[in-house]
């Protein structure tokens, strides 16, 4: 089916060298007057970001609160903390200077402020959020999108459970995109941001629509860029051009491009993934590149097509004898690619050896987190999930 869609990506993007500086300009331009700033463990605070963008707001008379801490795969306490310091001191704009976790608990907290009641609510999907506090991302690393994206993914670390909530109403209004901030990134998170932001597109990619070609053809570049420069700052972390195009990337991946006319795509690894996240705290793009090749083995015979021209089109590999060889073949290097990368193309590889039962209950938690089933390829039910987790394994 060829279907209808919306396309709607309202943040403002400042991307290049030295874009931080427009930071107090666009906080202003945005109506901003008592700003929280908003970071993480303090990778902002070595490289000093954090004092060029208060100089920048003291330079624009704006005053600001701060509040720091926030943890990979962002928890839930944090978010309440937020909304209490928000509410105390009048804020009226989030400024995250981080990555996804840090724009994710951004979000989370512009919800809190601008809804009343629990804002977990939003995450276990009893109600909508009608409204959030404006916010704005100053971008240090390419990997979830959030900076464009609708999403926001919060961990409520009590139990475990990682939820996502969408909604457009917290969309940033402007990103601050410099590759050069990125460049003090530990290679691993590089690595695993590249793998999270090819599967932003991958995810929208396998669905079983008679799909527009446009959005085709700019889903395969996407990703063929992300894997050519993917390997190359795993040599050359320091290169500008590699890190430039796959911030880029970064944005276009999660901000609905690749997903017009994709009747929102087949998201069971991300779904699967943040399980496994909530439960092990794994970096988000690591816990991905260990699922991908199970879940794709497992639901590949239900959409030969798509994985055929994925093989073709994005992995480039030669075609087999009939199109279940290439398509293995195409799982085959995009493991490859993976380990080129020095992302784990199993559970164990990543670190994580769950035993039956946890495998049972995340399997189970995605299916409930789904509302009944995870992925649309093959609609995938706990069954499904715990063969899935159990191929994954290694
Ligand atoms: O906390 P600090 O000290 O800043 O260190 C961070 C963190 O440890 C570090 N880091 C970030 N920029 C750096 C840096 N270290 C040195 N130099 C820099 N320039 O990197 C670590 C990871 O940061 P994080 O924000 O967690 O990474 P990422 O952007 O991958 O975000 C992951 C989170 O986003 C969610 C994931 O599930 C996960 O919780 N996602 C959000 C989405 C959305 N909102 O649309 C979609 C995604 O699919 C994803 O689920
Ligand atoms: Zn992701």
Redesign the pocket.
Known sequence: MYVNFEYYTPTKVIFGKEAEKQTAAQVKRFGGTKVLLH??????VR?GLLDRIKASLDEEKIAYVELSG?????HLDKVYEGIELCKKEGVDFILAI???????SS?AIGYGVANEGDVWDFFDHNREAKACLPLGAVL??A????EM?N???I?NEKNGQ?R?YDNDVCRAKFAIMNPE??M???DY?TA??CA?IIM?SMERYFNQNDNYEMTDVISEALMRNVMKYARILAKEPDNYKARAEVMWAGSLS?NGLTGCGTDNGDWAC?NME?EV?GMFNV???AGLASLWGSWARYVHHAAMDRFEKFALNVTCVEPGADAEETIERGIRAMEQFYHDINMPTSLKELGVEPTAEQIETMAHGCEVACGGAAGCIIPLKTADMIKIYEMARG
Not at 39 to 44: K, L, T
Not at 70 to 74: C, K, M, T, Y
């Open positions: 970071y993480g463990g303090g990778s902002v490289s926030v943890v990979p795969n962002p981080g990555g996804g976790s840090v724009i994710d979000k240090t690393i990997a979830a999108g959030s994206s999403g926001c993914v961990t990682k996502a901030l990125t003090t990134l530990p998170q695993s941001g999270d932003h999660h991300h943040h996240g970096a988000h793009g």
